[in-house]
């Protein structure tokens, strides 16, 4: 009996022995991002995917999308540059609305998520918001919800400006960082 035990606990403990097979050069992880073409059908082919199958899911309908600016003060008054009680500031606000059925993701490369820019009546540019600032490199998203809208407000400052303005019609776009068809644009109006 006792040769026995002793016997089946050998056994025992010789068994895990051969199955173990450590080395730290041996990749013990599946490869979950494959970027070799699929050459057969697989169970697994739709939850890990062509890359290409997954961007193109992920494409924003752009014919879906809409977006608006909106300016505070319209008509500008030069006459608030000298009153100390008002700020000379324009308040912009700026929506993107999904208009479609599908929630979209907005991919950006960085910590910028908009960008707008003061013409004059030439279209020259007066004033570009990023031409001034450094952005993280983050990169980020956003989803964008059916019937949902992202929206983003910034100040304009006029005080700042290189050129002061003068009386008469400005325009102001206003678009997505990394999406330039997804953009908006007003008149802005200054009067004495």
Not at 7 to 13: E, G, H, V
Not at 28 to 40: F, G, K
Not at 55 to 64: F, G, I, T
Not at 133 to 151: H, N, Q, R, V
Request: charge should be neutral; charged fraction near 20%; proline fraction near 7%.
């Amino acid at each position: 009996m006792k040769r026995t035990l002793v016997l089946a606990l050998c056994l025992l403990a010789s068994a895990p022995a051969w199955a173990i097979d450590v080395s730290p050069s041996k990749n013990t992880h599946p490869n979950i991002i494959d970027d070799t073409p699929r050459r057969h059908w697989s169970l697994f082919s739709f939850r890990f995917g062509d890359p290409k199958r997954i961007e193109k899911a992920n494409q924003v309908n752009l014919r879906n999308v809409e977006a608006r600016l909106q300016v505070e003060r319209n008509p500008f008054s030069l006459a608030l540059l000298h009153d100390r009680l008002e700020s000379a500031t324009l308040r912009l606000t700026f929506q993107v609305l999904n208009k479609g059925k599908r929630t979209y993701a907005f991919n950006f490369p960085n910590a910028q998520r908009y960008d707008f820019v003061l013409r004059d009546a030439a279209n020259q540019p007066l004033y570009v918001w990023s031409a001034d600032k450094e952005f993280l490199a983050i990169e980020g998203m956003s989803m964008l919800d059916p019937g949902d809208c992202l929206t983003f407000t910034d100040v304009l400052p006029i005080q700042d400006l290189d050129r002061p303005l003068t009386p008469g019609t400005y325009r102001i776009e206003m678009t997505l960082a990394g999406y330039p068809e997804v953009s908006a644009a007003t008149s802005l109006t200054v009067v004495p």
